[in-house]
């Protein structure tokens, strides 16, 4: 079973700083891929971003960037320049190769003008 | 054109009472999901379809049913609901190359 862990359930921080919202996750899957997805206060999903297990590579879209550490296990999410629209819960997934995702607690990261 | 959708976007309803909530997606894709949130915004997958045939069953009471219908609509019907079935449903789609998956805006049900 795969186990996804975000142990802030909150966060605040400055517009236009960076945050970084952690997520640890636990398989035996050697190949699977990780997401992050924002749930605004209107209660829509929206997926921000992929790594998946064997990429080299750090994903980046745009201000989302993931910082992945397979050793570690971990996939944490940073967001430069915050804005105030990224005020919003962050859920970290993970899907292992029968394709459901698991989620993690969430995050909670509210932008302070 | 929404990708995802789901009707209704509310549903409130009495104890013991049967509801389906719809889903169907233009994307083209081959597999659909049911999601539950509950209270505590915990999200939890309970079904899974490919090509309209279930792949994923996690252990949901046999009370939901879900049905496809054809590939672009995957709709979950509730029968006998309880109060503990109050939550957010979320179908979603998953992507082609490397199964991102997008969700629908949600059905909150409210058993009262």
């Known amino acids: 079973a795969q186990k996804i862990t975000q142990t802030q359930p909150g966060m605040f921080v400055q517009e236009k700083e960076a945050v970084t919202l952690d997520c640890t996750y636990d398989t035996s899957d050697p190949s699977y891929g990780l997401f992050w997805y924002k749930q605004p206060s209107s209660g829509e999903m929206i997926f921000l971003i992929y790594q998946g297990s064997y990429d080299q590579q750090n994903a980046t879209e745009g201000r989302y960037s993931l910082n992945f550490q397979k050793a570690r296990k971990s996939a944490n999410l940073v967001i430069s320049a915050s804005q105030l629209g990224d005020s919003a819960m962050y859920f970290c997934a993970m899907s292992p190769n029968d394709y459901k995702l698991s989620f993690g607690a969430g995050t909670t990261v509210t932008v302070r003008a | 054109d929404t990708a995802v959708s789901q009707t209704p976007k509310y549903l409130v309803t009495q104890m013991g009472n049967d509801k389906s909530i719809k889903c169907e997606q233009n994307?083209?894709?081959?597999?659909m999901y049911w999601y539950k949130q509950d209270s505590k915004k915990f999200l939890k997958i309970m079904f899974s379809y490919n090509n309209k045939e279930l792949i994923i069953n996690e252990t949901v009471p046999n009370r939901f049913s879900p049905k496809s219908p054809d590939k672009a609509h995957l709709n979950l019907h509730i029968n006998s609901l309880e109060l503990g079935d109050s939550a957010v449903y979320f179908c979603a789609t998953g992507g082609a190359i490397y199964n991102e998956q997008f969700f629908g805006p949600g059905t909150r049900l409210t058993v009262l």
């Open positions: 994307l083209g894709h081959d597999t």
